[in-house]
């Protein structure tokens, strides 16, 4: 009789488990991709490692994939995201002035550096995310190259960006 009532209390706590991850499921998250107000105009292979690697969590095009809609995962995922887009953006990198600009550059290469960004928590289900040594030499040299220039109009296209970086630099020669 004993070992029955151990069932029984075991399979109330399964059911009230099962309640709350229902229960939970009903809290809202805030899962929303604001608008895309700029683009930093970074050369594409700068662009293509930042895609892969940093934009879910610095950019308002966060992919929201399944796991991202079931909690508590969501609410990681949200949090991370939120503060992610807190610190930098590259969506809103019009709002930076140039001196941040080249600030958060170092500061970019830094966390990369140091192997604190991406976040560890990110690589397992985004392989794609763990930066070669050639990968990082690339972002190096874009934000500690002509870091300088600080991209002044980041709505330009790359190419055009590149030619006020030219004229940034040559302003910079008198320091
Ligand atoms: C899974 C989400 C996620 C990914 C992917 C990610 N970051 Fe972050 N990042 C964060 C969060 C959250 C913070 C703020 C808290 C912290 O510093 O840990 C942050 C902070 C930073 C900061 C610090 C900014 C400041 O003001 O101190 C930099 C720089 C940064 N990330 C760069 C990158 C770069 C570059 C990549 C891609 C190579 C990247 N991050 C990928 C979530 C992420």
Partial sequence: MKSNKAGNWRRWI???????VIVIQL?????GNPPV????GAPEA?????????????????????YSYVAPVSWLIAHDV???REHLNFSTWNRFSDKDRV?????????VEEGEMPLAIYLPLHPEAELSESQKATLRSW??????????????????????EEHQDASHETH
């Fill in 82 to 84: 939120e503060e992610g």
């Fill in 46 to 66: 700068v662009m293509a490692i930042l895609r892969s690697a940093c934009y879910d969590c610095h950019s308002n095009e966060s992919h929201w994939p399944w």
């Fill in 14 to 20: 399964l059911w009230g488990l099962l309640a709350l």
């Fill in 27 to 31: 809290i809202p998250v805030e899962r």
């Fill in 103 to 111: 600030e958060l550059r170092e500061e970019i290469w830094e966390e």
């Fill in 37 to 40: 107000e700029t683009t930093i």
């Fill in 143 to 164: 934000a500690l190259g002509s870091a300088h220039s600080g991209n002044r109009d980041a709505r330009l296209e790359p190419s055009q960006a590149r030619s006020g």
